[in-house]
């Protein structure tokens, strides 16, 4: 059975930094895509950075202070934010899937920038 536990959201300050982590198990992590969306009050979950086959794709409001990484040996894929913005509050949630249709989702980490 395949679970996702985000960690490492929080409070921040502005231009503070945070990187979120996604243990994942119960499926062969490193033959999967990796995402990360955040959902904002009220609103659809939006993606935020994806890794396939080696490919990264940012929005582009995270572009050039978001990283997305993965470590298969941990089965453990990342997410660095720097210079984190008030408008970067939300919910974070990692999600690992494959063309074929497998997709899983973790639970959720908070994220708030506020000073």
């Known amino acids: 059975q395949a679970h996702l536990e985000e960690s490492g959201g929080g409070l921040v300050q502005p231009g503070g930094s945070l990187r979120l982590s996604c243990v994942t198990s119960?499926?062969?992590?490193?033959?999967?895509?990796v995402k990360w969306y955040r959902q904002f009050p009220g609103k659809q979950r939006e993606l935020v950075a994806s890794?396939?086959?080696?490919?990264?794709h940012y929005a582009p409001s995270v572009k050039g202070r978001f990283t997305i990484s993965r470590d298969n040996g941990q089965s453990t894929m990342f997410l660095q934010m720097n210079d984190l913005k008030p408008e970067d509050t939300a919910v974070y949630f990692c999600?690992?899937?494959?063309?074929?249709?497998?997709?899983?989702w973790g639970q959720g980490t908070q994220v708030t920038v506020s000073s």
């Open positions: 999600n690992a899937f494959q063309f074929n249709g497998d997709d899983y």
């Open positions: 119960g499926f062969a992590f490193a033959k999967f895509g």
């Open positions: 890794l396939t086959s080696g490919i990264t």
